[in-house]
């Protein structure tokens, strides 16, 4: 059983940092693409980044493209989203998911991830 889980979220300023992270255990994520998903109330799970088994391909939003950076450390077996410039609308519960990586490409889409983490609260509000 794939087991994944969020955590480094809480409430932050508009224009404030955090940093994920989505750790693994029961499996390494050395095999296995990641995204990052998000879902705020009364919206549909949208996906922010991704990244793959090796981190050398990853692709954002438009709506994170230069203020969220996605990476991972295989030897620690997590993955990282920093989240820089937070905005309010940038509010809602994280996800990460997790597939493995011969069907794995740059993909937000929730869909194409089959293991997910329980997620863990972003505010932004000042």
């Known amino acids: 059983q794939l087991q994944l889980v969020e955590s480094g979220g809480g409430l932050v300023q508009p224009g404030g940092s955090l940093r994920l992270s989505c750790a693994a255990s029961?499996?390494?994520?050395?095999?296995?693409?990641i995204g990052w998903f998000r879902q705020a109330p009364g919206k549909e799970r949208e996906g922010v980044s991704c990244i793959s088994s090796g981190g050398g391909s990853t692709n954002y939003a438009d709506s994170v493209k230069g203020r969220f950076t996605i990476s991972r450390d295989n030897t620690k077996n997590t993955v990282y989203l920093q989240m820089n410039s937070l905005k309010p609308e940038d509010t809602a519960v994280y996800y990460c998911?997790?597939?493995?990586?011969?069907?794995?490409?740059?993909?937000?889409?929730?869909?194409?991830?089959?293991?997910w983490g329980q997620g863990t609260q972003v505010t932004v509000s000042s």
């Open positions: 998911a997790a597939v493995i990586n011969s069907r794995w490409y740059p993909s937000l889409y929730p869909y194409d991830y089959d293991s």
């Open positions: 029961g499996f390494t994520l050395d095999y296995y693409g």
